[in-house]
């Protein structure tokens, strides 16, 4: 079955960095898009950004388009997510995702938090 497990979450400063990754088995990693979501406390999750399945197509939201970067090893089976200039309206829960055979599926989330 489909899982994705998240790391690489924690706190930090404005200004600071991390970098998240996400771990898949169950499915052939190598031929599916994969995205990173975030949802913060009273709010709806929302796409941070997604990447295609040989890598060379990014997009990003707007509010993290040139901070965020996301990447994947497909020889590893691993999507990554890294946060620059990580400023407080970034803390939210942070999760990798995949659409496989029209169902959506999630990691459990890996928490970040930006506060000094």
């Known amino acids: 079955q489909v899982q994705l497990v998240e790391s690489g979450g924690g706190l930090v400063q404005p200004g600071g960095s991390l970098r998240l990754s996400c771990a898949a088995s169950?499915?052939?990693?190598?031929?599916?898009?994969m995205s990173w979501y975030r949802q913060a406390p009273g709010k709806e999750r929302e796409l941070v950004a997604f990447?295609?399945?040989?890598?060379?197509?990014?997009n990003y939201a707007d509010s993290v388009k040139g901070r965020f970067t996301i990447s994947r090893d497909n020889a590893k089976n691993t999507v990554y997510l890294q946060l620059n200039s990580l400023k407080p309206e970034d803390t939210a829960v942070y999760y990798c995702?995949?659409?496989?055979?029209?169902?959506?599926?999630w990691g459990e989330g890996t928490q970040v938090t930006v506060s000094s």
């Open positions: 995702s995949v659409v496989r055979s029209t169902v959506r599926y």
């Open positions: 169950g499915f052939t990693f190598s031929m599916y898009v």
């Open positions: 990447i295609s399945s040989p890598g060379t197509v990014t």
